[in-house]
């Protein structure tokens, strides 16, 4: 019974020993507005539409990435090329690329089966704001991914280009 | 006619230097808790690995007064199965304990003012031990009225086991408190206090020192005994109806009481202002262990989780008390047959 009373306290003092460590150890909060999370290579967020070295636009107007989209967010309409003035290096062109990233449940299915890497979601995650309807990314949008990878992102999660 | 005034004023020299001792003591105590609390949501914080509180103003310093005004705007809700007069009652008891304890301990030698000592203390009454003891049980009245007369069992849980947790460390307290008397032969805080001008009295009744500052912390119903409010099982425990500045009373009763506690502590195994080396600033050095015991009751709560209620009791009856009596029979054992 001593025995059990003295670990009993002697447990007691380990658990103290424990806490007070923690107190000397750095707090792991992030202050978040003054202090933004560097987030992972492959974190999903925000959807970007690349451009190819030639500044072309990289999508093809495929459809896949809307046909493979699990909740039918992304609407393409594809038209052809003009092969003096082409939009893409492909035949056709995504004359119409919207994404509704309220729907958007970002799971990256579309960047996986994009045939042409053109469409891409990058790690731009404060996308609140206080309107539904700037939440229909269209092409105009999507497209401002600098390449190589120029960007800021201000307070609404709108993508800024960075000028050099 | 100012001399007149002088004149008659004379005899009741000493009543007007209480009066103004008092309003200092008591504006002194109730401006520490808004402190106390920054201080705890700060150091909980730490303890567990955060920050804390840092949005208004400077360290956060702003956050208790941003607190304390929106508890004076709240709505003052009574809801119509509670016994008003004893709701409105239970609070203002609660606080007014927790304040009037305060009145018999002293934190520094007195001084000299126009020719009149003035003591560092509310009252320097023979019996402050006593005194302490008798007023900080007056504030259970508080708790249990406030868990009757808000007619909610949860509020009415609460009371109960407060009154029952808070009778039953008392005898720990009170027996623990009598082994100090007993070793400095005197009821008189102050006379305690200058007794351990060598040592504090921790060191040669270390077991008293725990013992009393275990009950300590389950008489001021802080966490880990914080089963009154055990917000689990009974919401808010005795404050569950309270709402507003009756709710920041009943926080502020607890805060205050915790400085009470500490304060006793202090003197009675600490050794008061003595700061053994030779730092001579009586209230700083009062003030520093105060603080120093404030974070430790900080530091048990981010530490240890709440223990169960009928453990709780054993805890009290089976543990402590036999050992504060074992305690009390040795340190009387030593006063009579050695130290006489």
Known sequence: ?164 | MIDGILNFLDPYWWLIIGVVKAVIIAVALLSMVPLLVWLERRLMGRFQVRLGPNRVGPFGLGQPFADTIKLLFKENIVQSGADKFLFYLAPAIVVFAAIVTFAAIPFGEPFEVGGEMVGLWGANLNIGILFVFAISSMGIYGIVIAGFSSNNKYSLMGGLRSSAQMISYELTLGLTALSVVIMSGSLNLYDIVKDQSDWPNAIPMFPAFVLFFIAGVAETNRAPFDLPEAEQELVAGFFTEYSGMKFAMFFMGEYVNMITMSALVTILFLGGWHSYIGLDIPILVFAFKVFLLLCVFIWLRSTFPRIRYDRLMVFGWKFLLPLSLVNMLVCSAYKVLWAA
Do not use: W
Not at chain 1, 55 to 83: F, K, M, Q, T
């Open chain 1, 1 to 164: 019974m001593i025995k059990a009373v003295f670990l009993g306290a002697y447990n007691l003092l380990v658990g103290l020993g424990v806490t007070f460590k923690n107190m000397l150890s750095k707090p792991v909060t992030i202050c978040y507005p003054e202090q933004k999370r560097v987030m992972p290579e492959r974190f999903r967020g925000r959807h970007f539409l690349t451009r190819d070295e030639d500044g072309l636009e990289r999508c093809i107007g495929c459809s896949l990435c809307s046909i493979n989209c699990p909740v039918n967010c992304i609407h393409v309409v594809s038209a052809e090329n003009d092969p003096n003035n082409p939009v893409s290096k492909g035949e056709r062109y995504a004359e119409v690329y919207e994404i509704n990233l309220l729907r958007c449940i970002y799971c990256g299915y579309c960047e996986e089966a994009c045939p042409v890497d053109a469409v891409v979601l990058r790690e731009h995650y404060e996308l609140a704001d206080y309107d539904r309807n700037t939440y229909i990314a269209t092409k105009e949008d999507l497209l401002v991914y600098p390449e190589p990878n120029q960007f800021t992102v201000n307070f609404l999660g709108n993508t800024k280009i960075v000028n050099k």
